[in-house]
């Protein structure tokens, strides 16, 4: 009789992948050759009936917890949206488009430096049909042995990029995205029933993305894309929402505190949140609303001094660990009061 080795203790999965895996088959497609170029916002245009369009990932660090609050202090009228570490967008599809805060017509961009992210957000816009082509062939089943196959080896093409960062989402442990400088690291999630392909959900995405600049790109670039300064009587609101200012471990009255960075590959340095809070700064500059979301660090009080800090607790999945996840305050950052008519503070 073989002995078969045991496929569940994660570090036996991460082993096997890392150490048995050719370097051929790893490689990975430059990032130009698969995510599509900006291309100018058209403006959105509702449909008479609104079908309520759930965000197309759950992911970490995603505010969708948070919205009873946020919902608050987001401006009621939008006519230019912008957000630059969008991840799953729960801020834009929960309460700037189901809620028809931006304007018919008006403007909205969505960017992030994860290109397999935004390669998937583009085949939502553009071609859902592929898309769901892809996600129906066998190999994207609910088994380990799958997972492990699409994880490593469907790197090709654009659209089975797209259709891997689906599959990841619907079958990995607790959906978590996380990526190391050798890729995606999570296990199988053992889930009994996933809905791999949910064709209603992705035709409703494609709806509400018709007319929306979706483009790879770092924070600072929404400067290039966004107007020199507001127009006359109208609202830019752009949301900054990155990678959070990592808490000591110890921290928040002796709780631990896990601090994730690893959206990309290249991770977020505090290099990166010093310059984030410069292009915060200088969307002020220009007459837009900004809020940003941050962690309860003293960098954010210093960073982002003269402005209207908030202060509220969030419940936070990132850790695999239950002892990390239970609620743990984070910063919201505005440079308006929304109490105040959304007055912008000087
Ligand atoms: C906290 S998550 C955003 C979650 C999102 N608001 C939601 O509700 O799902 C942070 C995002 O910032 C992105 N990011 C990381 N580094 C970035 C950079 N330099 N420029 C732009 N986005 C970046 C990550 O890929 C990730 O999607």
């Known amino acids: 009789m073989v002995a078969v ?23 990975e497609l430059p990032t130009s050759s698969f995510v599509r170029p900006f291309s100018q916002p058209t403006g959105i245009h ?27 202090w987001v401006p009621p009228k939008i006519d230019i949206y912008g957000e630059p570490c969008v991840g799953g967008g729960a801020l834009f599809f929960n309460c700037v488009f189901n809620e028809r ?26 071609d859902p049909k592929a ?18 196959k699409v994880l ?34 999570v296990p ?30 770092g924070f600072e670039d929404v400067l290039k894309k966004l107007p020199k300064t507001c127009p006359k009587g109208k609202t830019v609101f752009v949301y900054f929402d990155p990678p959070y200012i990592p808490l000591p ?24 949140q010093r310059k984030l809070a410069q292009v915060f700064r200088i969307c002020h500059e220009r007459g837009f609303h900004i809020m940003a979301s941050n962690s309860n660090s003293p960098l954010v009080s210093k960073l982002y001094a003269g402005f209207n800090i908030q ?7 990132s850790s695999c660990k239950p002892a990390t996840r239970g609620p743990i305050p984070e910063t919201v950052i505005m440079n308006y009061r929304p109490e105040d008519g959304f007055r912008l503070v000087s």
């Open 311 to 317: 202060t509220i607790l969030a419940t936070r999945k």
């Open 101 to 126: 805060r931006l304007v018919e017509g008006g403007l909205a961009y969505l960017s992030d430096r994860n290109a397999d992210l935004i390669n998937d957000y583009q085949f939502l816009r553009d």
């Open 249 to 272: 471990k110890k921290s928040q009255a002796g709780r631990r505190v896990t601090s994730f960075t690893s959206y990309t590959k290249d991770g977020f340095t505090l290099q990166d």
């Open 46 to 72: 509702y449909p008479d009936r609104l079908v309520k369009t759930r965000p197309p990932f759950s992911w970490v660090g995603g505010k969708r917890q948070l919205l009873p609050v946020l919902r608050d």
């Open 5 to 27: 080795a045991p496929l569940s203790a994660p570090k036996y999965r991460l082993s096997l992948r890392l150490s048995l895996i050719p370097e051929t088959y790893r490689e």
């Open 188 to 217: 199988f999630g053992h889930r009994a029933n996933p809905k791999i392909m949910d064709k209603r959900r992705i035709m409703a995405l494609h709806q509400a993305l018709q007319g929306v600049a979706v483009f790879h790109g």
């Open 152 to 185: 490593l080896f469907h790197l090709r093409t654009p659209v089975e990029r797209a259709a891997r960062l689906h599959y990841l989402q619907k079958t990995s442990h607790t959906g978590l995205y996380r990526e190391t400088k050798e890729g995606f690291d």
């Open 131 to 148: 898309l769901m082509k892809e996600l129906s062939r066998p190999e994207y089943a609910n088994n380990e042995l799958a997972y492990w």
